[in-house]
Structure formats: C-alpha cells, structure tokens
C-alpha cells in the first residue's frame, strides 16, 4: 500500500527561524514530490515541486528530496506568521492505482 | 487562466438527502480528482476520473458517485447522505494523471 507519512505537530517556531518540515514514503516507485500550504478553513495550494535527489529553492522556501532514503522536507526559512498553516507532502506513484497520495498533514505555528 | 472552480460553496443538508457537487477544472485539464477532508483528518481520496472515465476510486461506500463530461467538468454526488458525510469536498484537476494537481477552493457540506 502507498503511503507517506509526516509529523502531524503542531511544530512551534519562533519568527524569523527555519521551519524544517519531513516526510517520509513508502514506495520506490515514486516519481513526483509536492508540497501544498492549507490555511484553515481553505483548500490546499501548492507550494512546491520536486522531482529530483538534491534541493530546489524557491524564494524563503527550499524542498529536499532523497529517494534512497524515501525522504522528503521542506525547510521555510525566515518563518513570519503569516506561514502559520498546515503543511502537506504529496507523492505520485507509478501510473497504477491512486498515483496521487498525501500525507495527513504537519500543522506549523509561526511564533511572533 | 482560471482556476478550478467549485460550485456550490457551500450546503446544508439533512440525513437522507442526496446531493451533487460540481467542479471545473483549469482550461485543458482532463484530469479531475475528488477528496473528501473532515476536521482533523488528511485528505481523503475519493475518485479521480481521466476522458470521462474513472481510473482510481478510494474507499468509501457507495453512496458516493461521480462522473465526467465531455468538457472535463466532473460531478460528485452522495446519497442518503450521513452525519459523517459533513465536510469539505475537494477537486483537483491536471492537465494529465501525471501532472501537478490544483484545488478548487472546495464546496463544504453540512449534514443536519
């Protein structure tokens, strides 16, 4: 069964740190990685995507992947508040069964 | 370009009741997925469909149903709907099944 799994929080950091947010999947045949920020109460949007080992940044945000270790993460540097939401990780799956899995969720909490 | 769109935005309903959802995907996106995401819970997949067939379907009963048009744009619909059924309903579409998904901003649902 394909899953991926996170932290579901809440992860606590002061403004201005770096939030460092993982997750982890269970299936080698992963191809695609992405990030999506849901604020509460409104739908997922995505952040970022990833498809290959290393780190991509984009602006404050830069996601991480290691297929070896089937491991995703994202990293939020300078955090405002304004960051504070739900985080989730996205994988797609070979092209057979649901290909689009997301994990539950990590709720982050941007202190000011 | 615009995005997907969900129609309604919201309905109350009460046990018993059946109910249609609608949604539209992005301008060329033949691909529409449905989840269902409750408080406290992940996203929960429902059904994806690709040129008015449906490819994947999650496990849920089956009061829940969908179908797409010719057009991509794609109904859900639930019937005898239940108390637990209360929630927010997401659709995402992709250009393909491969492809980055993006949400409409989601019809919530109350069951009374």
């Known amino acids: 069964q394909k899953e991926v799994e996170q932290n579901s929080g809440p992860l606590s950091v002061p403004e201005g740190a770096i939030a460092s947010l993982n997750c982890t999947y269970s299936?080698?045949?992963?191809?695609?990685f992405f990030w999506y920020r849901q604020y509460s109460g409104k739908s997922p949007e995505l952040i970022m995507s990833i498809y290959s080992n290393g780190d991509k940044e984009d602006g404050r945000f830069t996601a991480q992947l290691n297929k070896a270790s089937q491991y995703v993460s994202l990293l939020i540097r300078d955090s405002q508040p304004s960051d504070s939401a739900t985080y989730l990780c996205?994988?797609?799956?070979?092209?057979?069964?649901?290909?689009?899995?997301f994990g539950p969720g990590t709720r982050l909490s941007v202190l000011p | 370009k615009a995005g997907v769109t969900q129609t309604p935005r919201y309905l109350i309903k009460t046990r018993g009741q059946q109910v249609t959802l609608s949604c539209s995907p992005i301008s060329g996106h033949r691909s529409v997925s449905w989840y269902q995401q409750t408080p406290g819970q992940g996203l929960q997949f429902l059904f994806e469909y690709f040129s008015e067939t449906q490819r994947n379907k999650g496990n849920f009963p089956g009061r829940f149903s969908g179908r797409q048009f010719s057009n991509s744009r794609s109904e859900m619909n639930v019937s005898t709907l239940e108390l637990g059924d209360s929630a927010l309903y997401l659709c995402a579409s992709a250009s393909r099944r491969t492809d980055t998904q993006y949400f409409g901003p989601g019809t919530r649902l109350t069951v009374l």
């Open positions: 299936d080698r045949g992963s191809q695609s």
């Open positions: 996205a994988a797609q799956f070979d092209n057979y069964g649901q290909n689009f899995v």
